[in-house]
């Protein structure tokens, strides 16, 4: 996106998270924007990651801190003087991000870097680049592992190096999008649907084809997904309910994340509808 959007996006997104990620009960209300830890600065809100501009700029990640007013652009440029999300021609997008183990992992496609950042300072711990990749998402699965989502397929990653360690063989060598951890399964994107399999060896439990946006999770423990023009709800025994919608939910493909979001503790799945001239992704700390 264009840096003279970039206010535009700033105050949609916020106004976007607040209606479509959180609760009311997640978000501090009276008495100001809660205390900032100096030695924390970042753990206690939320990181909107923009894209940046194809060839022009690097993406970049914005915070909101609970109970604050506004949202602090271009953080990662403040905390890491000098270093860049992009690759040097700056024709990697960033499209993901996650935190997990209280770790933020940033993920860019068309030969981007995947980078670790501590997600409470934001200090740059690590990064990956392979000279051709096209990642989509990563994901933490177990201590120090995690998996790697890309144009050809899901592979198994060390989380203290980064470095993809085998490629999947339960799932296909296929155009591969988000990924959620959820429980006993992990939850996969793929050009030819959706695939779960075991959160314990990667084994491959069930599949469904006409699944094509996903995933969310509520706190009862269901999952929720989309064939577009329904929203499907997968329960711990992996079957599904659906309820057709009163508008599709859009899709940038699966090098963008799915517009598909859910509270964190109310039982409360949201679509994002507002957004669809830009690839964004709202990381989300529970509060």
């Known amino acids: ?6 206010s535009k996006l700033i105050a949609i997104i916020t106004i976007a998270t607040f209606l479509l990620s959180c609760s009311k009960d997640d978000v501090t209300e009276i008495g100001g924007p809660d205390p900032v830890d100096p030695a924390a600065p970042y753990a ?7 894209e940046g501009s194809y060839g022009q700029t690097s993406g970049t990640i914005q915070f909101y801190a609970y109970g604050a007013d506004t949202v ?42 995947v980078i670790k950042l501590d997600a409470e300072t934001l200090k740059e711990e690590g990064r990956y680049n392979q000279e051709t990749s096209n990642w989509r998402s990563l994901i933490g699965t177990k201590t120090n592992e995690g998996l790697l989502s890309a144009s050809d397929g899901v592979y198994a990653i060390n989380l203290g190096t980064l470095t993809p360690q085998y490629k999947l063989t339960s799932v296909s060598a296929v155009n591969t ?3 959620l951890h959820a429980g006993d399964y992990i939850y996969i994107l793929q050009s030819n649907g959706a695939k779960i399999i075991s959160a314990n060896n990667y084994s491959f439990v069930k599949s469904f084809s006409n699944i094509n946006r996903g995933f969310a999770a509520t706190p009862n423990g269901k999952v929720w997904a989309s064939t577009g023009s329904r929203l499907i709800a997968i329960d711990k025994n992996l079957d599904t309910s659906g309820v057709a919608l009163p508008a599709s939910i859009g899709s940038f493909g699966l090098d963008a994340p799915t517009r598909l979001t859910a509270s964190k503790k109310r039982m409360l799945c949201f679509i994002i509808r507002a957004l669809t001239f830009i690839n964004m992704l709202m990381a989300i700390r529970s509060h």
Do not use: C, R
Not at 1 to 6: A, I, P
Not at 44 to 50: C, L, Q, S, V
Not at 77 to 95: H, M, V
């Open 1 to 6: 996106m264009y840096n003279k959007q970039l």
């Open 72 to 113: 602090v652009t271009k953080v990662y440029e403040k905390e890491n003087p000098e270093k860049t999300i992009a690759n040097a021609a700056k024709t990697s997008t960033l499209q993901f991000a996650s935190v997990y183990d209280n770790k933020l992992y940033l993920t860019s496609k068309l030969n981007g870097p």
């Open 177 to 179: 999008g988000d990924m």
């Open 44 to 50: 206690n809100g939320f990181f909107i990651i923009t």
